[in-house]
């Protein structure tokens, strides 16, 4: 059997055709994102988030989610909306940041709210992705961020234990991406995208560029196929968050 293997991998066997895992739309690729799904989402404030696939959900009207990400867009942008149209029960984040309805909802009582490292969080996304089910971390060590957490002692320091994340479905956006799901992010962008992506158990990916198989540098690829689901083209926004001038 050894033999035969090694004979077919020497010349070069027939694997069958790659799936091709393009959707037509963002509406169909979030169509079977269900009540009280949690979602794992790429970004950093407003660069590299799925802006219409988060759209797409809104329309498509799930609601009682929890979503892992690190901010929530702002009001009416990215994630925003969706807190906006009372479609998330719980915000898994890093801050805040310049949603003032994501404050109101989170000192009002309405929104459950986890605020973790910054760090912590990405690591929590990749281990998920990577099957680890948790690791120690001195960040939140002695504040209100280990509370309730196991904790332990490693080299003098004190460090806390913090579980992978793992969600049902995970939603990124990259640059490029070819029809098998290999993608590609583009500078800042490409932030907490790639450990997203291996978090969901189902990942949708939105692209700004569709390229045929072949023709990513496959030492380029950010997240290879295995990990992607559906892909759906999609022109995205560039919106700037804060915008500063110099005066004069």
């Not at 069958?16 to 009280?36: E, R, T, W």
């Not at 003098?156 to 070819?178: Q, T």
């Not at 800042?188 to 045929?212: D, K, Q, S, W, Y």
């Amino acid at each position: 059997m050894l033999e035969t293997w090694l004979e077919q991998l020497a010349q070069g066997y027939d694997r069958g055709p790659m799936i091709d895992k393009v959707v037509a739309s963002a509406d169909d690729a979030v169509g079977d994102v269900f009540d009280g799904a949690t979602l794992i989402v790429g970004g950093f404030g407003l660069c590299g988030i799925p802006e219409n696939l988060v759209a797409a959900l809104d329309r498509q009207g799930a609601k009682d989610l929890t979503v892992v990400s690190n901010n929530c867009g702002i009001d009416d942008w990215g994630l925003g909306i969706l807190l906006r149209d009372r479609r998330i029960r719980k915000m898994v984040s890093s801050y805040v940041g310049e949603n003032a309805e994501f404050a109101r909802q989170f000192l009002s009582g309405e929104l459950e709210v986890d605020l973790i490292p910054q760090g912590t969080l990405a690591e929590r996304m990749r281990a998920g992705g990577a099957g680890i089910p948790a690791f120690f971390t001195p960040a939140g060590a002695g504040t209100l961020v280990a509370e309730g957490k196991e904790t332990r002692v490693f080299g003098g320091r004190e460090c806390i234990l913090e579980e992978g994340v793992v969600g049902d479905f995970s939603l990124v956006a990259a640059w490029k991406g070819d029809r098998h799901g290999n993608l590609v992010y583009r500078h800042a962008a490409r932030n907490f995208n790639p450990m997203a992506a291996t978090a969901g158990r189902v990942c949708i990916a939105e692209v700004e560029e569709l390229v045929e198989p072949g023709e990513l540098d496959p030492d380029a690829v950010h997240t290879p196929a295995l990990y992607v689901d559906r892909v759906v083209v999609a022109p995205r926004e560039k919106r700037i968050e804060r915008r500063t001038v110099r005066e004069g």
